[in-house]
């Protein structure tokens, strides 16, 4: 007898009692929310550089990439921590 069998009734089918139902709780919700932001400043990170009619004027181009660069890493961060809620 292997320890699968007491998970499984006669069937081989897992009974209804081994099921844990999935619940929509503030913390799924606040979880779906974090990973939500984090999707949206990543791609703002990319849409900054792909924004039509911007100069090229170095003191933009230093400006775009630093908020790029924040954007991305707070989404990053924000997607990882995510996790752990």
Known sequence: ??????????????TSADRM??????GSIVRMFTRLVAAVLIIAAAGIWVAPNTSS???L?????????FFALLGVHLLFAARNL
Do not use: W
């Not at 007898?1 to 897992?14: R, Y």
């Not at 139902?21 to 503030?26: A, I, N, T």
């Not at 181009?61 to 660069?69: E, H, I, P, R, T």
């Open 1 to 14: 007898m292997t320890a699968a069998n007491h998970f499984l009734d006669a069937q081989g089918q897992t």
């Open 61 to 69: 181009f230093m400006m775009k990439l630093c908020a790029s660069f």
């Open 57 to 59: 004027l170095p003191e």
């Open 21 to 26: 139902p999935r619940e929509l709780g503030l």
